[in-house]
């Protein structure tokens, strides 16, 4: 079905997103209540009822309802979280929560994570309440405080809380969209799973002493070799169901050659990596690719020593486990306890599974319909992400990250941008991105008046 989409759907994408840029919601502390009282402002414009929650002071999270009369389905679900990371001012370009808009592009902590998938949700919201249409399922919108710091007081909260507020059969979030060229064929990557985040402590233990008498046993000889064991650790090769329908559709749609790797490695229960590198797919998906077929162990943080002077007796790294989906945390952190050896201990710290949402439904056939409306011949890819947002916190609820962008030189530069200096995204982006939201939820939940 095609509607007219409201003239102002572009406009007020781009106001939205340069008003939320320029709230500072950095986590800690948070401050979503900012980005919630504007976002309710917006909605009370518009006649639209919303709820503000607050789970502590400050760390706000809002929810909004375009009910339909006679629903077929359980709810529709856009969310976003309006929390960002924080940032070194000195290293910017312009200031990191300016909003300038110069030569076509938004400035702004949050432009690319995630405040313009937040405006894009609220234009869309309310472009589809000023038209009339009729839904065959409740529309939610959801803007969620705390995803950076791992959802406590957003997400997690409000799904024990006030679940009935958020449930719904398909949500909308963060993490995919991006057009790839492989083989000669244009697809978009949509997020159809996440690894799990499996925090680890890894403690070395020795002898104390003076600085200046060398000793055999200390921690920062144990915390070394147990280092150089993790770093050459290879875990298994694992094809997730996300995957597996990644290489399925690389197959299908390119056919010859690629159809015959993708038989080969699906043929074995754990293939080696190097079939996987004659994949006709960019260096950065083959990177990504490889992170997501595996569990993955990397050491980001070191505690230690008191003075220069002294031999500290304790070490402790911080690692960032990543686990895929269906995995148990213990046997993870057992099998890296056995990489590292027993000269350190490994602790777990904070488990979180990985989630799998099947790219066989009628939503992600509705996601793949819409794209290729706005970019004839192109295919939607399944994938899963190596990292972590709040769609696990929604146990239950089928998400797929997709915020797509049109082809274009741009999006390599945008490469970095993300929790990096001078984040910023191109209005004509962030429009497409818009209208595909739009167009998806009139595709999928609409009904003609």
């Not at 994408?13 to 979503?32: M, V």
């Not at 094809?239 to 790797?261: K, N, Q, Y």
């Not at 056995?338 to 989630?355: F, K, Q, R, Y």
């Not at 939820?441 to 008046?449: D, P, Q």
Request: glycine content about 10%.
């Amino acid at each position: 079905m095609s509607l007219p989409v409201h003239d102002s759907l572009r406009a007020d994408a781009i106001e939205y997103l340069q008003q939320l840029l320029r709230l500072d919601t950095t986590s800690p502390p948070g401050n979503e209540i900012l980005a919630t009282d504007y976002i309710r402002g917006v909605l009370d414009a518009e006649g639209i009822e919303s709820t503000v929650l607050e789970s502590a002071p400050g760390r706000a999270n809002l929810v909004a309802r375009l009910s339909a009369a006679n629903p077929t389905g359980k709810p529709v679900l856009l969310m976003g979280h309006t929390d960002v990371v924080g940032v070194e001012p000195g290293k910017w370009k312009r200031g990191p929560f300016s909003g300038d808009l110069v030569d076509g592009e938004l400035w702004g902590r949050g432009a690319l994570d995630m405040k313009c998938q937040v405006a894009a949700g609220l234009a869309a919201f309310v472009a589809i309440k000023r038209s009339g249409v009729q839904l065959n399922r409740d529309l939610i919108y959801y803007a969620i405080a705390d995803e950076e710091a791992g959802g406590t007081y957003g997400a997690d909260w409000m799904w024990k809380n006030h679940r009935d507020l958020v449930d719904a059969e398909f949500a909308i979030n963060e993490g995919g969209g991006n057009p790839i060229e492989a083989g000669g064929a244009l697809f978009f990557a949509c997020q159809a799973g996440e690894k799990g985040s499996c925090r680890l402590r890894m403690v070395a233990r020795g002898t104390p002493g003076h600085g200046s008498v060398p000793l055999d046993d200390t921690a920062m000889r144990h915390l070394g070799e147990a280092l150089v064991k993790l770093h050459a650790w290879k875990p298994p090769t694992v094809i997730t169901a996300p995957v597996r329908s990644m290489l399925t559709t690389l197959a299908e749609a390119l056919g010859g050659e690629t159809a015959d790797l993708v038989s080969a490695i699906l043929a074995e229960e754990s293939p080696d990596w190097s079939l996987f590198t004659n994949l006709p797919l960019p260096p950065a998906e083959l990177e990504s690719l490889y992170a997501t077929t595996r569990n993955t162990a990397v050491p980001t943080m070191i505690h230690g020593g008191v003075r220069i002077n002294v031999i500290p007796a304790e070490v402790v790294v911080d690692i960032d486990g990543r686990t895929l989906p269906h995995q148990d945390p213990e046997a993870f952190r057992s099998a890296v306890q056995a990489a590292v050896g027993d000269g350190v201990e490994i602790e777990l710290v904070s488990p979180a599974v990985g989630i799998e949402s099947d790219p066989d439904s009628p939503f992600f056939d509705a996601i793949a319909a819409t794209i290729y409306d706005m970019q004839p011949g192109s295919r939607l890819l399944p994938y899963m992400l190596s990292g972590g947002t709040d769609a696990g916190l929604l146990p239950g609820v089928k998400v797929y990250g997709f915020f797509p962008f049109p082809p274009s030189e741009r999006i390599e530069g945008y490469n970095g941008l993300v929790h990096g200096h001078n984040e910023r995204i191109h209005v004509d982006d962030l429009a497409y991105a818009t209208q595909f939201i739009h167009d998806l939820v009139i595709r999928f939940a609409g009904t003609e008046a």
